[in-house]
């Protein structure tokens, strides 16, 4: 969890868990915000790293447990409100606060499949003229290529 020490087995019940807990909706934000898979860990590495100092990641507050920024954070909503995006869209997110941080590993990129679903939006595809398939054999580079080798070993 990005808040408390809870783990899953799973990285579903984990984002319950963070929802269900602690009021924060990491796929929710990721589509209101239309944050691609860098972005993510950006946004991810930054929340660590405010919750090891202990410094609450919207009005930046500072506490003396994180038990104590925990409570601030889930009191006052400022747990479901990211701050400006250039406050943790900075080159020196993209490491992780925790080595082998398994939720980091667990992030998906899906804007592959959103990219690949808006090109295929409204594009008409054209099929190739293949009506003389003969003269296309004939003509094709591989046929060149084989015949030019075989002539080239038979020499």
């Known amino acids: 969890c990005l808040f408390c020490e809870k783990q899953t087995d799973t990285t579903e019940k984990l984002y319950v868990h963070m929802e269900e807990a602690h009021g924060f909706n990491l796929l929710k934000i990721k589509s209101e915000h239309d944050l691609n898979f860098y972005q993510q860990v950006k946004l991810m590495n930054f929340i660590r790293r405010q919750m090891h100092q202990c410094q609450c990641f919207k009005c930046e507050k500072k506490f003396q447990l994180k038990k104590e920024l925990i409570c601030h954070l889930e009191d006052n909503k400022h747990i ?76």
Request: glycine share 0%.
């Open 80 to 155: 479901a409100v990211l701050p400006d995006r250039s406050v943790w869209d900075q080159p020196q997110y993209y490491f992780p606060t925790y080595e082998n941080d398994t939720l980091l590993c667990a992030l998906s990129d899906n804007e592959d499949e959103l990219t690949a679903e808006k090109q295929t939006d409204n594009i008409p595809v054209f099929s190739e003229d293949v009506s003389n398939i003969e003269a296309l054999k004939q003509t094709s580079v591989l046929n060149e290529l084989l015949h030019e080798e075989l002539n080239n070993i038979e020499a």
